[in-house]
């Protein structure tokens, strides 16, 4: 049993509010989800020619201008950085393989947790309070947000196995259930260039989503198709660079509640994680429907 929680903001002028609105959601899931909790966050984009990369390192005092200053040697490029406990953000003028590569040979003890143009990916073991304060969740701001707090069940409780995962650019998955079919489908995406961290079967999800998109599909086609090949119970959050999605499988094992109004929509596992949010009186409230995309983006 996790839990999961998602913001969506369609008014703009709510960006500068969205962790303090956030923050109570993933609180909300604590029961469900003791173990270990991470978010997912966007905005902040960077242009085309940069990449931002979101690290993590074991040490809260880990010396991340020394990493900077070989990146700007490295690629002939200046590197931005902003520091959050034991995590950093990265913002250099470099391509996302050459810069993957470079920190996983030269700094294999720093943890990649996302690359993109606009996601941050937190997340760490430990109560989801202490998670969201440790990152100062509240003063966070950006354009939509997904959450996870999990009750380990497929794996270990470590920071690895925790989620959001991330397998591609901008692209995030935090996942309520358990697959069955994981471990052929880690093989042969691994095939097919997929890259994987851990065991962990909402990992191959991710990946699997990564695939699909890697090979032209929409967001909503890649979800469609993952209805036949993902084998199992789940609720899945999907978090791209413009907008965020929500799918149950066709039996709708796992939980799930959505609400919109004209200036969010945000989903939960369970309706009390929404109490907090404006206007949630007046929200137009229904339970995802079996096997059925939602998607919400900017175009």
Same mark, same amino acid.
């Given at each position: 049993?996790?839990?999961?929680?998602?913001?969506?903001?369609?008014?703009?002028?709510? =960006?500068?509010?969205?962790?303090?609105?956030?923050?109570?959601? #993933?609180?909300?899931?604590?029961?469900?989800?003791?173990?270990?909790?991470?978010?997912?966050?966007?905005?902040?984009?960077?242009? &085309?020619?940069?990449?931002?990369?979101?690290?993590?390192?074991?040490?809260?005092?880990?010396?991340?201008?020394?990493?900077?200053?070989?990146?700007?040697?490295? +690629?002939?490029?200046?590197?931005?950085?902003?520091? @959050?406990? @034991?995590?950093?953000?990265?913002?250099?003028?470099?391509?996302?393989?050459?810069?993957?590569?470079?920190?996983?040979?030269?700094?294999?003890?720093?943890?990649?947790?996302?690359?993109?143009?606009?996601?941050?990916?937190?997340?760490?073991?430990?109560?989801? &309070?202490?998670?969201?304060?440790?990152?100062?969740?509240?003063?966070?701001?950006?354009?939509?947000?997904?959450?996870?707090?999990?009750?380990?069940?497929?794996?270990?409780?470590?920071?690895?196995?925790?989620?959001?995962?991330?397998?591609?650019?901008?692209?995030? #998955?935090?996942?309520?259930?358990?697959?069955?079919?994981?471990?052929?489908?880690?093989?042969?995406?691994?095939?097919?260039?997929?890259?994987?961290?851990?065991?962990?079967?909402?990992?191959?999800?991710?990946?699997?989503?990564?695939?699909? #998109? =890697?090979?032209?599909?929409?967001?909503?086609?890649?979800?469609?198709?993952?209805?036949?090949?993902?084998?199992?119970? +789940? !609720?899945?959050?999907?978090?791209?660079?413009?907008?965020?999605?929500?799918?149950?499988?066709?039996?709708?094992?796992?939980?799930?509640?959505?609400?919109?109004?004209?200036?969010?929509?945000?989903?939960?596992?369970?309706?009390?994680?929404?109490? !907090?949010?404006?206007?949630?009186? =007046?929200?137009?409230?229904?339970?995802?429907?079996?096997?059925?995309?939602?998607?919400?983006?900017?175009?």
């Amino acid at each position: 049993m996790c839990g999961i929680v998602g913001l969506y903001l369609k008014n703009d002028a709510l =960006q500068d509010q969205l962790g303090a609105l956030f923050e109570p959601m #993933l609180i909300a899931m604590t029961d469900r989800g003791p173990d270990s909790a991470g978010f997912a966050i966007y905005g902040d984009e960077v242009g &085309e020619d940069m990449v931002k990369l979101t690290l993590q390192h074991e040490d809260p005092h880990y010396h991340w201008h020394e990493l900077a200053g070989q990146l700007e040697e490295a +690629f002939d490029a200046s590197v931005s950085v902003l520091h @959050n406990a @034991n995590a950093a953000v990265f913002k250099i003028n470099a391509d996302e393989a050459g810069v993957r590569g470079f920190i996983t040979d030269q700094a294999p003890d720093v943890k990649i947790m996302s690359v993109g143009h606009s996601i941050e990916i937190l997340k760490s073991i430990g109560l989801p &309070e202490e998670i969201a304060g440790k990152f100062n969740l509240k003063g966070m701001k950006g354009s939509h947000i997904i959450g996870h707090t999990r009750m380990a069940t497929e794996s270990g409780v470590t920071m690895e196995g925790s989620h959001p995962f991330s397998t591609g650019m901008d692209l995030c #998955l935090v996942h309520n259930g358990s697959l069955s079919n994981h471990n052929r489908l880690r093989e042969e995406l691994k095939k097919k260039g997929i890259v994987f961290e851990t065991e962990n079967d909402s990992e191959v999800a991710a990946g699997y989503l990564t695939h699909r #998109l =890697q090979s032209g599909d929409s967001v909503e086609e890649a979800l469609t198709a993952a209805l036949d090949d993902l084998d199992g119970f +789940f !609720t899945f959050t999907i978090g791209t660079r413009n907008g965020f999605a929500v799918i149950r499988d066709p039996i709708a094992c796992k939980p799930a509640v959505i609400a919109e109004t004209d200036d969010y929509v945000a989903m939960s596992s369970e309706y009390h994680a929404l109490t !907090t949010l404006p206007g949630i009186e =007046q929200a137009n409230l229904w339970e995802p429907d079996p096997g059925k995309v939602y998607f919400w983006g900017r175009d």
